[in-house]
Protein backbone atom coordinates (compact mmCIF):
# COMPACT_ATOMS: atom_id res chain seq x y z
CA UNK A 1 0.00 0.00 0.00
CA UNK A 2 1.61 3.54 -1.14
CA UNK A 3 0.08 7.13 -0.78
CA UNK A 4 1.53 10.85 -1.34
CA UNK A 5 4.35 11.93 -0.42
CA UNK A 6 2.28 14.48 1.86
CA UNK A 7 0.65 11.63 3.81
CA UNK A 8 3.85 10.21 4.90
CA UNK A 9 4.80 13.87 5.77
CA UNK A 10 1.66 14.48 7.84
CA UNK A 11 2.16 11.31 9.45
CA UNK A 12 5.99 12.29 10.58
CA UNK A 13 5.37 15.84 11.37
CA UNK A 14 2.54 14.59 13.72
CA UNK A 15 4.39 11.93 15.58
CA UNK A 16 7.21 14.47 15.71
CA UNK A 17 4.88 16.71 18.07
CA UNK A 18 3.64 13.89 19.69
CA UNK A 19 6.58 13.56 21.59
CA UNK A 20 6.31 16.34 23.00
CA UNK A 21 2.92 15.30 24.30
CA UNK A 22 3.78 12.14 25.82
CA UNK A 23 6.76 13.50 27.58
CA UNK A 24 4.38 16.43 28.98
CA UNK A 25 1.65 13.66 29.67
CA UNK A 26 4.66 11.58 31.31
CA UNK A 27 5.77 14.21 33.64
CA UNK A 28 2.41 14.92 34.46
CA UNK A 29 1.98 11.13 35.75
CA UNK A 30 5.34 10.96 37.81
CA UNK A 31 4.91 14.84 39.15
CA UNK A 32 8.88 14.20 38.84
CA UNK A 33 8.99 18.25 38.00
CA UNK A 34 6.52 19.42 40.53
CA UNK A 35 2.87 20.41 39.39
CA UNK A 36 2.69 21.53 35.64
CA UNK A 37 1.27 24.64 35.07
CA UNK A 38 -2.15 26.03 33.45
CA UNK A 39 -0.20 27.01 30.17
CA UNK A 40 1.82 23.34 30.45
CA UNK A 41 -1.11 21.66 30.76
CA UNK A 42 -2.46 23.44 27.47
CA UNK A 43 0.62 22.81 25.18
CA UNK A 44 0.24 18.82 26.88
CA UNK A 45 -3.49 19.02 25.37
CA UNK A 46 -2.95 20.97 22.21
CA UNK A 47 0.24 19.54 20.98
CA UNK A 48 -2.05 16.11 21.12
CA UNK A 49 -5.12 17.61 19.49
CA UNK A 50 -3.59 19.38 17.10
CA UNK A 51 0.34 18.51 16.28
CA UNK A 52 -0.56 14.85 16.76
CA UNK A 53 -4.57 14.26 15.66
CA UNK A 54 -5.34 16.94 13.42
CA UNK A 55 -2.06 16.93 11.52
CA UNK A 56 -2.69 12.88 11.43
CA UNK A 57 -6.01 13.29 10.48
CA UNK A 58 -5.15 15.59 7.32
CA UNK A 59 -2.81 12.96 6.28
CA UNK A 60 -5.74 10.46 6.27
CA UNK A 61 -7.85 13.22 4.52
CA UNK A 62 -5.42 13.50 1.91
CA UNK A 63 -4.66 9.59 1.38
CA UNK A 64 -8.81 9.16 1.44
CA UNK A 65 -9.30 11.42 -1.35
CA UNK A 66 -6.33 10.41 -3.50
CA UNK A 67 -4.70 13.75 -3.28
CA UNK A 68 -1.20 13.98 -4.74
CA UNK A 69 1.23 16.44 -5.57
CA UNK A 70 4.48 18.75 -4.56
CA UNK A 71 2.06 21.94 -3.55
CA UNK A 72 0.06 19.09 -0.62
CA UNK A 73 3.49 18.36 0.57
CA UNK A 74 4.43 21.50 0.90
CA UNK A 75 1.43 22.76 2.60
CA UNK A 76 1.78 20.28 4.83
CA UNK A 77 4.75 21.60 5.96
CA UNK A 78 3.43 24.78 6.60
CA UNK A 79 0.74 23.45 8.33
CA UNK A 80 3.34 21.95 10.87
CA UNK A 81 5.17 24.54 11.30
CA UNK A 82 1.66 26.67 11.83
CA UNK A 83 1.00 24.30 14.50
CA UNK A 84 4.29 23.88 16.10
CA UNK A 85 4.22 27.86 16.41
CA UNK A 86 0.43 27.67 17.91
CA UNK A 87 1.64 25.35 20.43
CA UNK A 88 4.44 26.91 21.61
CA UNK A 89 2.45 30.13 21.62
CA UNK A 90 0.02 28.23 24.39
CA UNK A 91 3.61 27.47 26.34
CA UNK A 92 4.68 30.79 26.46
CA UNK A 93 1.41 32.13 28.33
CA UNK A 94 1.47 35.35 26.18
CA UNK A 95 -2.38 35.43 25.43
CA UNK A 96 -1.55 37.70 22.21
CA UNK A 97 0.63 35.16 20.75
CA UNK A 98 -2.14 32.89 21.72
CA UNK A 99 -4.77 34.77 19.85
CA UNK A 100 -2.00 35.82 16.40
CA UNK A 101 -0.83 32.15 16.22
CA UNK A 102 -4.36 30.84 16.84
CA UNK A 103 -5.72 32.99 14.07
CA UNK A 104 -3.16 31.98 11.73
CA UNK A 105 -3.87 28.13 12.46
CA UNK A 106 -7.48 28.80 11.66
CA UNK A 107 -6.57 29.93 8.38
CA UNK A 108 -4.61 27.29 7.96
CA UNK A 109 -7.42 24.54 8.95
CA UNK A 110 -10.17 26.42 7.04
CA UNK A 111 -7.77 25.53 3.78
CA UNK A 112 -7.68 22.12 4.34
CA UNK A 113 -11.67 22.13 5.25
CA UNK A 114 -12.37 23.78 1.67
CA UNK A 115 -9.91 21.35 0.09
CA UNK A 116 -11.69 18.44 1.14
CA UNK A 117 -14.81 20.28 0.37
CA UNK A 118 -13.74 20.60 -3.05
CA UNK A 119 -12.24 17.14 -3.26
CA UNK A 120 -16.48 15.82 -2.34
CA UNK A 121 -18.23 18.43 -4.27
CA UNK A 122 -16.05 16.76 -7.13
CA UNK A 123 -17.25 13.75 -6.74
CA UNK A 124 -20.42 14.63 -5.68
CA UNK A 125 -21.76 14.51 -2.02
CA UNK A 126 -24.66 12.20 -2.92
CA UNK A 127 -22.20 9.41 -4.37
CA UNK A 128 -19.17 9.83 -2.13
CA UNK A 129 -18.39 7.04 0.52
CA UNK A 130 -19.34 6.96 3.85
CA UNK A 131 -15.64 7.82 5.39
CA UNK A 132 -15.38 10.57 2.84
CA UNK A 133 -18.50 11.93 4.14
CA UNK A 134 -18.21 11.21 7.82
CA UNK A 135 -14.24 12.87 7.41
CA UNK A 136 -16.04 15.93 5.46
CA UNK A 137 -18.15 16.41 7.70
CA UNK A 138 -15.99 15.92 10.96
CA UNK A 139 -14.05 18.58 9.62
CA UNK A 140 -16.79 21.36 9.42
CA UNK A 141 -16.97 20.65 12.90
CA UNK A 142 -13.44 21.07 13.57
CA UNK A 143 -13.59 24.50 11.28
CA UNK A 144 -16.76 25.50 13.82
CA UNK A 145 -15.10 24.45 16.98
CA UNK A 146 -11.63 26.52 16.27
CA UNK A 147 -13.39 29.33 15.54
CA UNK A 148 -14.95 29.19 18.65
CA UNK A 149 -11.49 28.66 20.04
CA UNK A 150 -9.86 31.97 18.72
CA UNK A 151 -12.54 33.73 19.61
CA UNK A 152 -11.73 32.75 23.13
CA UNK A 153 -7.89 33.97 22.84
CA UNK A 154 -9.36 37.30 21.48
CA UNK A 155 -11.17 37.31 24.89
CA UNK A 156 -8.35 36.91 27.21
CA UNK A 157 -5.98 39.12 24.65
CA UNK A 158 -8.64 41.76 25.01
CA UNK A 159 -9.48 41.02 28.69
CA UNK A 160 -13.32 40.70 27.76
CA UNK A 161 -13.33 37.53 29.87
CA UNK A 162 -16.77 36.62 31.21
CA UNK A 163 -19.46 33.64 31.96
CA UNK A 164 -19.08 33.77 28.44
CA UNK A 165 -15.41 33.11 27.90
CA UNK A 166 -16.41 30.06 30.15
CA UNK A 167 -19.54 28.71 27.89
CA UNK A 168 -17.45 29.35 24.83
CA UNK A 169 -15.08 27.07 26.12
CA UNK A 170 -17.26 24.53 27.20
CA UNK A 171 -18.67 24.81 23.53
CA UNK A 172 -15.22 24.64 22.23
CA UNK A 173 -14.54 21.10 23.71
CA UNK A 174 -17.86 19.87 22.92
CA UNK A 175 -17.58 20.63 19.03
CA UNK A 176 -13.98 19.33 19.03
CA UNK A 177 -14.37 15.98 21.13
CA UNK A 178 -17.80 15.18 20.96
CA UNK A 179 -18.66 16.53 17.07
CA UNK A 180 -14.98 16.79 15.18
CA UNK A 181 -13.12 13.35 16.85
CA UNK A 182 -16.38 11.23 16.94
CA UNK A 183 -16.76 11.94 13.05
CA UNK A 184 -13.35 11.30 11.95
CA UNK A 185 -12.59 8.16 13.92
CA UNK A 186 -15.92 6.65 12.79
CA UNK A 187 -15.08 7.21 8.88
CA UNK A 188 -11.46 5.98 9.82
CA UNK A 189 -12.82 2.42 11.24
CA UNK A 190 -15.20 2.13 8.52
CA UNK A 191 -12.72 2.84 5.66
CA UNK A 192 -10.46 -0.16 6.97
CA UNK A 193 -13.18 -2.65 8.20
CA UNK A 194 -15.70 -2.02 5.60
CA UNK A 195 -13.58 -0.77 2.68
CA UNK A 196 -13.60 2.41 0.56
CA UNK A 197 -15.96 3.59 -3.14
CA UNK A 198 -19.13 1.10 -1.18
CA UNK A 199 -22.45 2.91 -2.33
CA UNK A 200 -23.85 4.88 0.75
CA UNK A 201 -27.00 2.69 2.10
CA UNK A 202 -29.66 4.94 3.86
CA UNK A 203 -28.82 3.94 7.13
CA UNK A 204 -25.47 4.81 6.71
CA UNK A 205 -26.37 8.33 5.74
CA UNK A 206 -28.37 8.68 9.17
CA UNK A 207 -25.43 7.33 10.93
CA UNK A 208 -23.39 10.31 9.45
CA UNK A 209 -25.84 13.01 9.53
CA UNK A 210 -26.55 11.75 13.65
CA UNK A 211 -23.58 12.10 14.63
CA UNK A 212 -22.81 15.72 13.35
CA UNK A 213 -26.21 17.12 14.26
CA UNK A 214 -25.45 15.37 17.47
CA UNK A 215 -21.81 17.27 17.62
CA UNK A 216 -23.65 19.99 17.06
CA UNK A 217 -26.38 20.27 19.55
CA UNK A 218 -23.89 19.19 21.92
CA UNK A 219 -21.64 22.11 21.47
CA UNK A 220 -25.09 24.58 21.62
CA UNK A 221 -26.29 22.60 24.92
CA UNK A 222 -23.04 23.41 26.53
CA UNK A 223 -23.01 26.72 25.74
CA UNK A 224 -26.58 27.49 26.49
CA UNK A 225 -26.83 24.77 29.58
CA UNK A 226 -30.35 23.74 28.73
CA UNK A 227 -30.59 20.20 29.80
CA UNK A 228 -33.44 18.72 27.11
CA UNK A 229 -31.30 19.67 24.11
CA UNK A 230 -28.00 17.86 25.85
CA UNK A 231 -30.45 14.98 26.07
CA UNK A 232 -31.20 15.11 22.59
CA UNK A 233 -27.67 15.69 21.48
CA UNK A 234 -26.80 12.20 23.37
CA UNK A 235 -29.91 10.90 21.39
CA UNK A 236 -28.53 11.34 17.88
CA UNK A 237 -24.68 10.70 19.30
CA UNK A 238 -26.34 6.86 20.01
CA UNK A 239 -28.21 6.45 18.01
CA UNK A 240 -25.32 6.89 15.12
CA UNK A 241 -23.23 4.39 17.34
CA UNK A 242 -25.62 1.75 17.51
CA UNK A 243 -26.14 2.16 13.70
CA UNK A 244 -22.02 1.71 13.48
CA UNK A 245 -22.24 -1.32 15.28
CA UNK A 246 -25.31 -3.14 13.57
CA UNK A 247 -23.15 -2.48 10.39
CA UNK A 248 -19.45 -3.00 10.94
CA UNK A 249 -18.91 -4.29 14.79
CA UNK A 250 -19.07 -7.48 13.76
CA UNK A 251 -15.99 -6.90 11.47
CA UNK A 252 -14.34 -5.01 14.55
CA UNK A 253 -14.96 -7.91 16.65
CA UNK A 254 -13.79 -10.68 13.85
CA UNK A 255 -10.30 -8.89 13.93
CA UNK A 256 -7.44 -10.93 14.91
CA UNK A 257 -6.03 -9.71 18.59
CA UNK A 258 -3.05 -11.47 18.04
CA UNK A 259 -1.76 -10.43 14.82
CA UNK A 260 0.14 -7.59 14.31
CA UNK A 261 -1.24 -5.63 12.00
CA UNK A 262 -2.71 -2.15 12.07
CA UNK A 263 -6.63 -4.08 12.12
CA UNK A 264 -6.37 -4.70 15.73
CA UNK A 265 -5.28 -1.19 16.47
CA UNK A 266 -8.61 0.12 14.74
CA UNK A 267 -11.11 -2.63 16.36
CA UNK A 268 -9.66 -1.39 19.60
CA UNK A 269 -10.68 2.43 18.39
CA UNK A 270 -13.84 1.57 17.60
CA UNK A 271 -14.15 -0.59 20.85
CA UNK A 272 -13.43 3.09 22.80
CA UNK A 273 -15.24 4.60 20.69
CA UNK A 274 -18.60 3.37 22.79
CA UNK A 275 -16.52 3.65 25.91
CA UNK A 276 -15.87 7.38 25.36
CA UNK A 277 -19.54 7.29 24.47
CA UNK A 278 -20.41 5.95 27.64
CA UNK A 279 -18.57 8.50 29.46
CA UNK A 280 -19.42 11.53 27.75
CA UNK A 281 -23.08 10.34 28.94
CA UNK A 282 -22.28 10.16 32.33
CA UNK A 283 -20.11 13.99 32.34
CA UNK A 284 -23.38 15.68 30.55
CA UNK A 285 -25.11 14.09 33.41
CA UNK A 286 -23.00 15.59 35.96
CA UNK A 287 -22.70 18.84 33.90
CA UNK A 288 -26.92 19.33 33.95
CA UNK A 289 -27.25 18.16 37.72
CA UNK A 290 -23.76 21.19 39.02
CA UNK A 291 -25.20 23.95 40.49
CA UNK A 292 -25.66 26.77 37.91
CA UNK A 293 -22.90 28.88 36.92
CA UNK A 294 -20.23 26.05 38.00
CA UNK A 295 -17.22 26.18 35.88
CA UNK A 296 -15.46 23.40 34.35
CA UNK A 297 -18.28 20.70 35.72
CA UNK A 298 -18.90 20.32 39.54
CA UNK A 299 -16.31 20.01 41.85
CA UNK A 300 -14.73 16.11 41.98
CA UNK A 301 -15.71 15.98 37.85
CA UNK A 302 -11.87 16.05 37.01
CA UNK A 303 -11.22 12.17 37.21
CA UNK A 304 -13.95 11.73 34.64
CA UNK A 305 -12.89 14.67 32.16
CA UNK A 306 -9.62 13.40 32.24
CA UNK A 307 -10.84 9.54 31.70
CA UNK A 308 -13.06 11.11 28.66
CA UNK A 309 -10.37 12.79 27.22
CA UNK A 310 -7.83 10.35 27.01
CA UNK A 311 -10.41 7.45 26.04
CA UNK A 312 -11.15 10.35 22.90
CA UNK A 313 -7.80 11.33 22.48
CA UNK A 314 -5.71 8.48 23.08
CA UNK A 315 -7.36 5.00 23.21
CA UNK A 316 -9.66 6.12 20.49
CA UNK A 317 -7.63 8.60 17.95
CA UNK A 318 -3.91 7.60 18.45
CA UNK A 319 -5.35 3.69 17.92
CA UNK A 320 -6.71 4.92 14.55
CA UNK A 321 -3.85 6.35 13.34
CA UNK A 322 -1.12 4.03 14.88
CA UNK A 323 -3.61 1.60 12.96
CA UNK A 324 -3.25 3.90 9.74
CA UNK A 325 0.22 4.26 9.82
CA UNK A 326 0.92 0.84 10.12
CA UNK A 327 -1.39 -0.62 7.28
CA UNK A 328 0.25 2.35 5.43
CA UNK A 329 3.96 1.06 6.08
CA UNK A 330 2.63 -3.24 6.27
CA UNK A 331 4.85 -3.58 2.86
CA UNK A 332 8.12 -1.97 3.81
CA UNK A 333 10.71 -2.99 5.66
CA UNK A 334 9.34 -3.72 9.05
CA UNK A 335 11.85 -2.53 11.61
CA UNK A 336 11.85 -3.09 15.10
CA UNK A 337 9.18 -6.46 14.82
CA UNK A 338 9.46 -6.78 18.05
CA UNK A 339 8.08 -3.82 19.24
CA UNK A 340 4.21 -3.81 17.46
CA UNK A 341 2.86 -6.38 20.33
CA UNK A 342 4.53 -3.61 23.05
CA UNK A 343 3.01 -0.58 21.29
CA UNK A 344 -0.31 -2.29 21.12
CA UNK A 345 -0.87 -4.13 24.28
CA UNK A 346 1.26 -1.05 26.43
CA UNK A 347 -0.28 1.43 24.72
CA UNK A 348 -4.54 0.24 25.25
CA UNK A 349 -3.66 -1.94 28.52
CA UNK A 350 -2.06 1.49 29.86
CA UNK A 351 -5.32 3.78 28.49
CA UNK A 352 -7.24 1.15 29.76
CA UNK A 353 -6.14 1.16 33.13
CA UNK A 354 -5.36 4.85 33.46
CA UNK A 355 -9.34 5.86 32.29
CA UNK A 356 -10.75 3.09 34.82
CA UNK A 357 -8.32 4.73 37.96
CA UNK A 358 -9.22 8.30 36.53
CA UNK A 359 -13.04 7.23 36.98
CA UNK A 360 -12.91 5.42 39.87
CA UNK A 361 -10.55 7.24 41.80
CA UNK A 362 -10.70 10.56 40.82
CA UNK A 363 -7.64 12.91 39.41
CA UNK A 364 -4.37 12.63 40.49
CA UNK A 365 -3.82 16.40 40.06
CA UNK A 366 -1.66 17.52 43.29
CA UNK A 367 -0.66 14.23 44.43
CA UNK A 368 3.00 13.60 45.44
CA UNK A 369 5.67 11.62 43.00
CA UNK A 370 3.83 8.15 43.15
CA UNK A 371 1.29 7.75 45.72
CA UNK A 372 -1.61 7.90 43.62
CA UNK A 373 -1.89 4.88 41.13
CA UNK A 374 -2.19 7.59 38.26
CA UNK A 375 1.49 7.53 38.16
CA UNK A 376 1.88 3.68 37.28
CA UNK A 377 -1.12 3.59 34.96
CA UNK A 378 -0.37 6.65 32.79
CA UNK A 379 3.29 5.92 32.21
CA UNK A 380 2.03 2.64 30.45
CA UNK A 381 0.67 4.01 28.23
CA UNK A 382 3.07 7.35 27.70
CA UNK A 383 6.29 4.99 27.32
CA UNK A 384 4.36 2.73 24.70
CA UNK A 385 3.02 5.54 22.90
CA UNK A 386 6.66 6.79 22.54
CA UNK A 387 7.98 3.32 21.65
CA UNK A 388 5.35 3.69 18.91
CA UNK A 389 6.61 6.83 17.49
CA UNK A 390 9.68 6.13 17.16
CA UNK A 391 9.33 2.48 15.48
CA UNK A 392 6.19 4.51 13.55
CA UNK A 393 8.77 7.10 12.45
CA UNK A 394 11.32 4.83 11.03
CA UNK A 395 9.00 2.91 9.03
CA UNK A 396 7.36 5.73 7.56
CA UNK A 397 10.86 6.60 6.45
CA UNK A 398 11.87 3.21 4.84
CA UNK A 399 8.17 2.84 3.30
CA UNK A 400 8.72 6.70 1.67
CA UNK A 401 12.35 5.63 0.48
CA UNK A 402 11.25 2.64 -1.05
CA UNK A 403 8.24 4.04 -2.75
CA UNK A 404 10.43 6.90 -4.12
CA UNK A 405 12.74 4.36 -5.41
CA UNK A 406 10.26 2.49 -7.38
CA UNK A 407 8.43 5.96 -8.90
CA UNK A 408 12.15 6.83 -9.96
CA UNK A 409 12.71 3.79 -11.55
CA UNK A 410 9.88 3.28 -12.83
C1 LIG B 1 -7.28 26.48 16.03
C2 LIG B 1 -7.64 25.54 16.85
C3 LIG B 1 -7.89 25.67 18.32
C4 LIG B 1 -7.96 26.81 19.09
C5 LIG B 1 -7.84 28.26 18.63
C6 LIG B 1 -8.19 26.39 20.46
C7 LIG B 1 -8.32 27.24 21.55
C8 LIG B 1 -8.58 26.87 22.85
C9 LIG B 1 -8.68 27.75 23.99
C10 LIG B 1 -8.50 29.26 23.93
C11 LIG B 1 -8.95 27.02 25.09
C12 LIG B 1 -9.14 27.52 26.52
C13 LIG B 1 -7.81 27.67 27.18
C14 LIG B 1 -7.88 28.10 28.63
O1 LIG B 1 -8.61 27.46 29.41
O2 LIG B 1 -7.16 29.05 28.97
C15 LIG B 1 -9.03 25.63 24.67
C16 LIG B 1 -9.31 24.57 25.49
C17 LIG B 1 -9.57 23.29 25.04
N1 LIG B 1 -9.44 22.83 23.74
FE1 LIG B 1 -8.82 23.91 22.14
N2 LIG B 1 -8.27 25.03 20.50
C18 LIG B 1 -8.11 24.55 19.21
C19 LIG B 1 -8.15 23.22 18.82
C20 LIG B 1 -8.59 22.18 19.61
C21 LIG B 1 -8.82 20.82 19.15
C22 LIG B 1 -8.55 20.33 17.72
C23 LIG B 1 -9.30 20.11 20.22
C24 LIG B 1 -9.72 18.69 20.30
C25 LIG B 1 -9.78 17.82 19.33
C26 LIG B 1 -9.37 21.03 21.36
C27 LIG B 1 -9.82 20.68 22.61
C28 LIG B 1 -9.83 21.51 23.71
C29 LIG B 1 -10.21 21.07 25.05
C30 LIG B 1 -10.66 19.67 25.45
C31 LIG B 1 -10.05 22.20 25.89
C32 LIG B 1 -10.22 22.24 27.40
C33 LIG B 1 -11.56 22.70 27.79
C34 LIG B 1 -11.67 22.75 29.32
O3 LIG B 1 -10.81 23.34 29.97
O4 LIG B 1 -12.63 22.15 29.80
N3 LIG B 1 -8.93 22.26 20.94
N4 LIG B 1 -8.80 25.57 23.29
C1 LIG C 1 -3.30 13.08 22.08
C2 LIG C 1 -2.79 12.92 23.24
C3 LIG C 1 -3.21 13.55 24.55
C4 LIG C 1 -4.05 14.61 24.82
C5 LIG C 1 -4.77 15.48 23.82
C6 LIG C 1 -4.12 14.77 26.26
C7 LIG C 1 -4.88 15.71 26.94
C8 LIG C 1 -4.93 15.87 28.30
C9 LIG C 1 -5.80 16.80 29.01
C10 LIG C 1 -6.83 17.70 28.33
C11 LIG C 1 -5.55 16.70 30.33
C12 LIG C 1 -6.21 17.50 31.43
C13 LIG C 1 -5.37 18.70 31.74
C14 LIG C 1 -6.05 19.65 32.69
O1 LIG C 1 -5.96 19.42 33.91
O2 LIG C 1 -6.67 20.58 32.19
C15 LIG C 1 -4.52 15.71 30.48
C16 LIG C 1 -4.03 15.29 31.70
C17 LIG C 1 -3.13 14.25 31.82
N1 LIG C 1 -2.49 13.56 30.79
FE1 LIG C 1 -2.89 13.69 28.82
N2 LIG C 1 -3.30 13.83 26.83
C18 LIG C 1 -2.73 13.08 25.82
C19 LIG C 1 -1.83 12.05 25.94
C20 LIG C 1 -1.28 11.67 27.14
C21 LIG C 1 -0.27 10.67 27.27
C22 LIG C 1 0.36 9.87 26.13
C23 LIG C 1 0.01 10.57 28.58
C24 LIG C 1 1.03 9.62 29.12
C25 LIG C 1 1.65 9.61 30.19
C26 LIG C 1 -0.84 11.51 29.31
C27 LIG C 1 -0.87 11.74 30.67
C28 LIG C 1 -1.67 12.63 31.36
C29 LIG C 1 -1.79 12.69 32.79
C30 LIG C 1 -1.05 11.83 33.78
C31 LIG C 1 -2.72 13.70 33.09
C32 LIG C 1 -3.23 14.11 34.47
C33 LIG C 1 -4.45 13.24 34.77
C34 LIG C 1 -5.00 13.41 36.16
O3 LIG C 1 -4.36 12.94 37.09
O4 LIG C 1 -6.09 13.98 36.28
N3 LIG C 1 -1.61 12.17 28.38
N4 LIG C 1 -4.15 15.21 29.22
Not at 11 to 32: H, K, M, R
Not at 153 to 177: C, K, L, P, R, Y
Not at 373 to 395: D, E, F, H, K, Q
Amino acid sequence: MTADRSVYRAFQIGLGIFTLTALLGLANATQLFGALDRNTLLTHLHSGTLGWITMGVLGVAIWMFGGSGGALARNVGITGVTTAAYVLAFWSGNFVARAVFGAIELLVIYAWWWWVVGQARREGFGRIDTPKLSVTLGLTTLVIGSTIGVIVQVMFATSNVSDVTGQSIGAHAAAQVGGYLVLVAAGIAEWWLVGPGRPRSLAASVQVGALFVGGLLLAIGIYTNVAPLLGIATLFQVIGIVIILVRFGRRAAGASWTAPTGMRHIAASLLFLVIGLVLEILLVKEAVSAPAGAQGGPPGSAGLNHALDHAMFVALMTNALFGSILLLTANGPRRWPWADHVIFWGLNLGAASFIAVLYFVGSGEGAKPFTHPVSYTAPIMGLSALLGIVTLAMRLGAARRATQLVTATA
